[in-house]
């Protein structure tokens, strides 16, 4: 009888065997990638062009309330519809005064400013009609006798300024007036009032040209014209005195 063949014991059949095999796991479907804006803005080039157009809109909105809330252009102070109040006294001794004084002159009138010195007189005449709250605070000084004994300060060959209570070019009557710019034109013997940058900053101190200065048209407020002494006007010295201002009215 054949015999019978021994089974491997089961040590032997797992020595024995090779490893069963597996299979790769399959890779999961690749999900399509969505296009970013910029590659459908790139592709539709109508569409960009309507979001900058929107985008430059508002940014214009934006920049010009910036600008409504910028800082205001000044406004120029009203005149103070009461009697001047005495505040202090200059170095020199003449007063100021807290706010322009009340309208007296009539603008239908003429007004005359004469400036003694020791060359000689410079009569002006008034521009009411032109500049009617710088001729009213001129005449007011005049009559309060605020220039006389002040000097011309400043004396150039084109220019001589005067007018000033502390004789340095910084100083008042202690208010300020609105600007009255014209279209008078600076010629010979045209006067004017002196001011810093600020347009309503004239106070007591006037200037007289003495030939044309065109580059000052309505940039300052003419309220005068020299009518005699011309020669006197360029007579004029650093430190000569106006000893006396008067208004004739008629």
Do not use: C
Not at 75 to 83: E, H, L, N, R, V
Not at 142 to 166: A, C, K, M
Request: glycine share 8%; proline share 10%.
């Amino acid at each position: 009888m054949p015999k019978k063949s021994k089974r491997p014991s089961g040590k032997a059949a797992r020595r024995g065997s090779a490893p069963a095999k597996t299979s790769a796991p399959a890779a999961a479907p690749r999900t399509p990638r969505q296009p970013t804006v910029w590659e459908r803005l790139r592709k539709n080039p109508m569409a960009l062009l309507g979001i900058i157009i929107i985008a430059s809109m508002i940014l214009s909105i934006v920049g010009l309330e910036y600008l409504g809330q910028a800082e205001p252009t000044p406004t120029p102070a009203p005149t103070i519809p009461a009697t001047p109040a005495t505040s202090q006294a200059t170095p020199s001794g003449k007063k100021t005064y807290s706010a322009p004084p009340p309208m007296t002159i009539d603008a239908n009138k003429s007004y005359t400013a004469t400036i003694e010195t020791d060359k000689g007189s410079i009569v002006i005449q008034l521009l009411p009609k032109v500049a009617p709250k710088t001729v009213n605070s001129f005449v007011f000084l005049s009559r309060e006798g605020f220039y006389n004994g002040l000097t011309f300060h400043r004396v150039e060959d084109w220019v001589i300024q005067g007018g000033d209570p502390l004789g340095t070019g910084t100083g008042g009557p202690g208010y300020n007036l609105p600007a009255e710019f014209n279209p008078t034109a600076h010629i010979t013997g045209t006067m004017a009032m002196a001011r810093s940058q600020d347009p309503n900053s004239a106070g007591s101190q006037f200037y007289v040209t003495k030939v044309a200065a065109s580059w000052l048209d309505n940039q300052y407020t003419v309220f005068g014209q020299v009518v005699t002494g011309l020669d006197v006007v360029n007579q004029m010295a650093i430190g000569d005195v106006m000893r006396k201002v008067t208004i004739e009215e008629q």
